[in-house]
């Protein structure tokens, strides 16, 4: 299994990116996918998830309001649609997915290689 993620980069203070994350291999089922981000010298913090079945999110506090999460079940990919950024938000985002690889498999953690969002002041 692999999670492909993308379209992170420089961005000026008030604008917008798009992160997108592809989940890749075999898998079973996925129960939920999510952005977790790491500044310098800070330890990972959830962003935002979003359950596959149902489709309810959660959200950091710090994002809630200009941060969007979505996903398409048939592509297996989450999106995160970042507003008004703050230089504050600068940090690696990392996606995760919670999934079975087969129906009697444990669910397990999968992340991403992580893409780097830069918002300057």
């Known amino acids: 299994v692999q999670l492909q993620a993308s379209g992170g980069g420089l961005v000026q203070a008030g604008g917008s990116l798009r992160l997108s994350c592809a989940a890749s291999g075999s898998i079973f089922s996925i129960n939920h996918m999510g952005w977790y981000r790491q500044a310098p010298g800070k330890q990972r913090e959830l962003v935002a998830v979003i359950v596959t079945s149902g489709g309810s999110t959660n959200y950091a506090d710090s994002v809630k309001g200009r941060f969007t999460i979505s996903r398409d079940n048939a592509k297996n990919t989450v999106y995160l649609q970042m507003n008004s950024l703050k230089p504050e938000d600068t940090a690696v985002y990392y996606c995760?997915?919670?999934?079975?690889?087969?129906?009697?498999?444990?669910?397990?953690?999968?992340w991403g290689q992580g893409t780097l969002v830069t918002v300057s002041s």
């Open positions: 995760n997915a919670k999934l079975r690889v087969t129906l009697i498999s444990y669910e397990t953690d999968y």
